[in-house]
């Protein structure tokens, strides 16, 4: 049996002095929830496994029967404080107590304007910033194509192969993560054209190069027989991809696309909707590669949870006029005090502790995964940490194996997991994680090998 004994809060601390465990995951109460949900829910929906969450604690998640996980997938890297921080709950209370809604596209609301001047004090360029909230990274990503359209009196747009920016059309028109989120959905907005992306595995194969194969075909290729430069108002590109499976960009690249950019008045947006926040110790992972942005995309870790995102750029991007962009709910007052919230809270502990605990957590992943050839690679910076499988299967199988002993993660890429926990992750709640991880890929790997399986 495993039991989760690393906790970050008192509520947590004392939920797990009497833990609830069924034989079985799912559930009956989880059973009867999924059965519920496949009635009426959105055929679209991918669910990786049968999880029905009830409720939260700084890194637990328990189900409706009882059942307590160690998350390592923060909702999708969002969670970035935790489940329910006291900090972050306190403020969304003491908020819907004063203010809901008031629409920032047309009046003035305290929160929306602290939240921006934070925002912009942490943009990754020295010039001055200014910032637009939105609901959603995908609703960033949108702007941030709009604004750039707009200031350069270009249509082209270049993105990446294997990129994730969202799943709106202009956003989608970006994404080249898997085929099934673009299939059915066309046309989609013309003039984006995709490069490819180096993908380095350093970590066992040392194979993909330093980035100056893919720098030549946008050069040679792409400009020289797709579109020419002077048509393309932007390059969007994820410093870490995301979804694409936990690829860092190498520095070399992203400052050759910074110079190519220049040289050809093209702006570069970075998407940091997964990389941002603090994730990979630094408050934005471009920041690490020594590169500064025309616009930034951001969004997930932003506020703990809260549907919150934003743009931000460069002051001199900003060219158009009122009522060009505009939006009913997004810089909601809930959503901007989390957000002001989260931004205490990262600042103050998740920025060295993500880089630590991130080392730990890596240098733990790669000890287990040393002798196991179904393994390919291990990448990542800070708390966005990726294992590569040789196979689909292979991943989809660890996930399932840890998900049945109590750890969340998720799968990203064709074959890999991600491990993305809340950047306040403590020692003991990595320790138990690769614990667990090992035990995981032991009864994936070997499956004639007994290993009891746990519910938590």
């Not at 970050?8 to 004392?14: E, F, H, I, L, R």
């Not at 995908?138 to 270049?158: F, N, P």
């Not at 600042?347 to 957590?361: I, P, T």
């Not at 320790?431 to 070997?446: K, P």
Request: aromatic share 6%; with cysteine.
């Amino acid at each position: 049996m495993t039991t989760i004994e690393a906790t970050t809060s008192p509520a947590a601390a004392q939920e797990q002095t009497a833990p609830h465990i069924v034989t079985e995951l799912p559930g009956p109460r989880a059973r009867a929830l999924i059965a519920r949900d496949e009635a009426v829910a959105s055929p679209s929906l991918t669910r990786a496994y049968p999880l029905a969450a009830e409720s939260g604690s700084g890194m637990v998640v328990t189900d409706v029967d009882g059942n307590r996980f160690l998350d390592f997938a923060a909702g999708i890297a969002v969670c970035s404080t935790g489940h329910s921080h006291p900090k972050v709950v306190a403020a969304i209370k003491e908020q819907a107590d004063r203010l809901i809604h008031i629409a920032a596209t047309d009046f003035y609301e305290p929160r929306y304007t602290e939240f921006i001047e934070r925002l912009a004090a942490i943009a990754p360029f020295e010039e001055k910033a200014r910032v637009f909230l939105t609901n959603s990274g995908t609703e960033a990503v949108e702007g941030a194509i709009k604004l750039a359209r707009y200031h350069t009196h270009r249509s082209g747009i270049i993105a990446f192969d294997g990129g994730f920016h969202g799943r709106t059309m202009g956003a989608l028109s970006l994404t080249n993560s898997k085929v099934k989120q673009r299939a059915g959905f066309g046309p989609l907005i013309p003039m984006v054209h995709h490069a490819p992306f180096p993908r380095i595995r350093a970590w066992r194969e040392g194979s993909g190069g330093d980035g100056s194969a893919e720098l030549a075909h946008l050069r040679n290729t792409i400009f020289a027989r797709q579109i020419a430069p002077s048509d393309v108002a932007a390059i969007v590109i994820e410093p870490i991809q995301g979804e694409g499976g936990y690829f860092p960009a190498p520095q070399s690249f992203m400052q050759g696309l910074r110079e190519l950019c220049d040289e050809h008045g093209i702006l570069l947006i970075a998407d940091e909707i997964q990389s941002g926040m603090g994730r990979t110790g630094s408050w934005w992972a471009i920041e690490q590669m020594g590169v500064e942005p025309d616009i930034l995309t951001t969004a997930k870790g932003i506020a703990s949870g809260m549907p919150i995102g934003a743009f931000i750029g460069r002051d001199s991007i900003w060219t158009w006029p009122p009522g060009a962009h505009g939006s009913t709910f997004a810089g909601n007052p809930i959503c901007a005090a989390a957000g002001l919230a989260t931004l205490d809270i990262i600042e103050s502990e998740g920025l060295s502790n993500a880089a630590a605990m991130g080392a730990r957590l890596r240098s733990g992943l790669e000890r287990v995964a040393a002798d196991v050839d179904a393994i390919r690679d291990i990448r990542g910076v800070g708390l966005m940490l990726g294992v590569e499988f040789d196979t689909h299967e292979g991943a989809e199988a660890v996930q399932e194996a840890a998900f049945r002993r109590g750890l969340l993660t998720l799968e990203c890429g064709e074959s890999s997991l991600r491990f993305s926990p809340p950047l306040i992750v403590d020692e003991g709640s990595v320790d138990i994680a690769i614990r667990i991880f090992a035990e995981a890929l032991e009864a994936a790997t070997r499956p004639e090998a007994s290993v009891a399986e746990t519910g938590l």
